[in-house]
Nanobody, 127 residues
Framework: QLQFVESGGGVVQPGGSLRLSCTVS????????VGWFRQAPGKEHEGVACISIRDSSTYYTDSVKDRFTISRDDVKSTIYLQMNNLQPENTGGYYCAARLRSITTPKAMCLIPPQSWGPGTQVTVSS
């Protein structure tokens, strides 16, 4: 069973940075595309950044390009989301999820969010 534990959220001022971590268990990372998704208050989950573990190809939603970086540590079975120059519109719950790479790509993963989620980690950007 795929399991995800997200951490690293917090409260920061505009322009600040956070690094989120997603530790996975129950599956071999190499066979999957893993993504970070954000749920703003009252809205649906939307893809932020996704990565194919096999070839490290990535996809970012336009609003976070050049500010966010998704990366992985295969030894620790952890996916990171480095978020720089955070803005109030980045506020929300952040969740990670995965799909088999045989049925998706990083772009498709981000554009078509899954339907089930773990606990996530909350990010609040406010002055």
């Amino acid at each position: 069973q795929l399991q995800f534990v997200e951490s690293g959220g917090g409260v920061v001022q505009p322009g600040g940075s956070l690094r989120l971590s997603c530790t996975v268990s129950g599956f071999t990372l190499d066979n999957y595309v893993v993504g970070w998704f954000r749920q703003a208050p009252g809205k649906e989950h939307e893809g932020v950044a996704c990565i194919s573990i096999r070839d490290s190809s990535t996809y970012y939603t336009d609003s976070v390009k050049d500010r966010f970086t998704i990366s992985r540590d295969d030894v620790k079975s952890t996916i990171y989301l480095q978020m720089n120059n955070l803005q109030p519109e980045n506020t929300g719950g952040y969740y990670c999820a995965a799909r088999l790479r045989s049925i998706t790509t990083p772009k498709a993963m981000c554009l078509i969010p899954p339907q089930s989620w773990g606990p996530g980690t909350q990010v609040t950007v406010s002055s």
